[in-house]
């Protein structure tokens, strides 16, 4: 089965942009949730990431510095009620 290398990994520290090591998420802001992904509940900085509209309740994430593909940001799917999942 898939198994996504920093899912269940959390260890203190910072996750970069793996094209151009642009500093991203904090393990600060890691949860445990059931998609096959590490999750957070925010990025380092505002500027970490840059988003697009992808559909009503997500958001299309790319690297702040670089462009990369990052994923989605999931809109009111975060640990606490009203926030959000990247």
Known sequence: SFSELYKDHFKPGIYVC???GHPVFSSRSKYEHSSPWPAFTETIREDSVTKMM???T???V???KCG???GHEFLNDGPEEGSSRF
């Open 68 to 70: 990369n593909g990052l």
């Open 54 to 56: 992808e559909t009503l």
């Open 18 to 20: 793996s094209q151009c």
């Open 62 to 64: 790319l690297c702040g």
């Open 58 to 60: 997500a958001y299309k």
